[in-house]
């Protein structure tokens, strides 16, 4: 095998290698979360939580504060509360009016941050 041969066949292997490390992934697997999601003590429903990544991923949250996603990178994330545009933020909890915090919709002043682990159903409830 000549010595333009030998290179063609390495190029070739190392593009091979770099299509399977891609279409497999880097060994950062996906997971499922579920929990609740409350406002001091009290159920927020509607809307969703945004975990900041690059990019973000959401949950809906279910008239009864619970929400569940799967296919979900692994790592720890911001948390925030990012109420539906058909609503308002003090009418996301009973009784309305109640939520006045607004830093739970702001990933820069948001104090929740959770960790999601690989490999395992992570039951995370959030509060804010």
Same mark, same amino acid.
């Given at each position: 095998? *000549?010595?333009?041969?030998?290179? %063609? !066949?390495?190029?070739?292997?190392? +593009?091979?290698? /770099?299509?399977?490390? /891609?279409? #497999?992934?880097?060994?950062?697997?996906? #997971?499922?979360?579920?929990?609740?999601?409350?406002? =001091?003590?009290?159920?927020?429903?509607? *809307? +969703? $939580? @945004? %975990?900041? /990544? &690059?990019?973000?991923?959401?949950?809906?949250? =279910?008239?009864?504060? #619970?929400? &569940? @996603? !799967?296919?979900?990178?692994?790592?720890? %994330?911001?948390?925030?509360?990012?109420?539906?545009?058909?609503?308002? +933020? &003090?009418? !996301? $909890?009973?009784?309305? *009016?109640?939520?006045?915090?607004?830093? $739970?919709?702001?990933?820069?002043? #948001?104090?929740?941050?959770?960790?999601?682990?690989?490999?395992?159903?992570?039951?995370?409830? $959030?509060?804010?």
């Amino acid at each position: 095998m *000549g010595a333009g041969s030998r290179l %063609f !066949a390495g190029v070739c292997s190392v +593009l091979m290698v /770099s299509l399977l490390v /891609s279409l #497999t992934g880097c060994g950062k697997g996906e #997971t499922s979360v579920k929990g609740k999601v409350t406002y =001091e003590g009290k159920p927020l429903k509607g *809307g +969703l $939580i @945004r %975990f900041h /990544s &690059t990019p973000p991923f959401e949950a809906n949250v =279910e008239n009864d504060s #619970t929400y &569940t @996603r !799967a296919k979900t990178p692994a790592g720890k %994330f911001k948390v925030t509360f990012v109420v539906p545009a058909d609503k308002e +933020l &003090t009418k !996301a $909890i009973d009784p309305p *009016g109640a939520v006045t915090n607004k830093d $739970i919709q702001d990933k820069d002043k #948001t104090k929740v941050e959770v960790e999601i682990k690989e490999g395992q159903t992570n039951n995370l409830d $959030i509060a804010f």
